[in-house]
């Protein structure tokens, strides 16, 4: 069978600037494909071009058999974009919001009241349904867009950082939502900079970053690149000068790579416990103070480490 989604060597310029620089990928009918990267990697562009809201400077996309430049309209009948701006008219209620989305998807009567009440039943909110959307949490809210995106029952639904802003409960109750949809049989490409949602959801991932798509693979594939590298994460105090401290970690006979981010220091190691007393004594030598400290087997994280140099964070 063929892919649902191949993205052939897309480009996006604005101006001087490549956003999007020949990204290629596929996706499978019945997967979750996580794009994975920081903010600023080219996740939101390429989602845009993807779901026909911008042309490609260069290449193609070929969705459910049609082509994003070439028959634009019967690319977004096979598609559902939960976006991620919020995409509702706040004085109306959710049931009024969807019946105005679902005409705008040519839908009417009878189905379209029918798919109402079940989306609003999909993302929970069916008690919640006569209620206007100004009232709503940020959680709710985006659980209402997710409602949009799914009223026709599209056979690949876009979800660009669909949990960004929101408080830890309406996140859980998003990821929920998507593993429930995936289990009655949607695909999902979905993008994120929070590497335990793509590590949560995925079967697949591309890694992102600056426009380019550096790697792409399961996770196992993908975490396999790092070898058996433990990430050794250091929680520091704000104020200390980290830079002497970091030379002396990287001149460490087994720390391989040392990334700095938000008061904290990254390293990947071969064994993060026979790390740790020579990290502690360089840190004492420097009078250098360290928080508190935390081990991670290999994740998308440090593959991202050691790609970049950098962490996903950033």
């Known amino acids: 069978m063929p892919p649902i989604l191949q993205a052939q060597n897309l480009v996006k310029k604005f101006n001087d600037f490549t956003a999007v620089d020949d ?40 969705i459910a058999g049609h082509s994003v430049a ?20 706040e004085d ?15 839908m009417s009567g009878g189905v379209l009241k029918q ?3 079940d989306v609003l039943e999909e993302v929970g909110l069916a008690d919640k349904a006569k209620q206007r959307v100004k009232t709503y949490s940020g959680g709710m809210k985006r659980r209402i867009n997710i409602a949009v995106g799914l009223l026709h029952k599209p056979r690949l639904l876009f979800m660009d950082e669909p949990t960004v802003g929101i408080d830890p409960q309406s996140r859980r109750n998003i990821l929920d939502s998507v593993k429930a949809l995936n289990q009655q049989g949607m695909t999902v490409l979905y993008t994120t900079h929070y590497m ?9 991932v591309g890694i992102i ?34 830079g002497p401290f970091v030379e002396a970690l990287q001149a460490l006979p087994d720390v391989r790579q040392v990334t700095a981010a938000d008061h904290e220091l990254v390293l990947l190691v071969p064994e993060a416990q026979e790390a740790i007393p020579p990290v502690f004594t360089q ?17 998308l994280e440090a593959v991202f480490l050691h790609l970049t140099g950098r962490a996903l964070r950033d």
């Open 196 to 204: 335990e949602e793509a590590q949560e959801l995925s079967q697949r």
């Open 70 to 89: 070439k028959d634009p309209m019967a690319v977004k009948r096979a598609i559902g974009i939960v976006p991620q701006d919020i995409a509702l008219y």
């Open 23 to 62: 990204v290629s990928f596929t996706i499978q009918e019945g997967e979750v494909f996580s794009l994975l990267g920081p903010n600023g990697a080219g996740k939101t562009t390429t989602i845009s071009m993807l779901s026909c809201l911008l042309a490609p400077t260069e290449g193609d996309a070929i």
């Open 209 to 242: 970053d600056h426009g380019k798509l550096i790697a792409l693979g399961t996770q196992r594939e993908l975490t396999q690149m790092v070898g058996q590298l433990d990430a050794l994460r250091l929680h520091l105090p704000e104020g200390q000068e980290i």
């Open 92 to 106: 109306l209620s959710a049931v009024e919001n969807l019946l105005f989305w679902g005409r705008m998807y040519g």
């Open 283 to 299: 840190a004492d030598r420097l009078g250098f103070k360290i928080r508190s400290v935390e081990i991670q087997e290999p994740n």
């Open 115 to 117: 798919r109402v009440a």
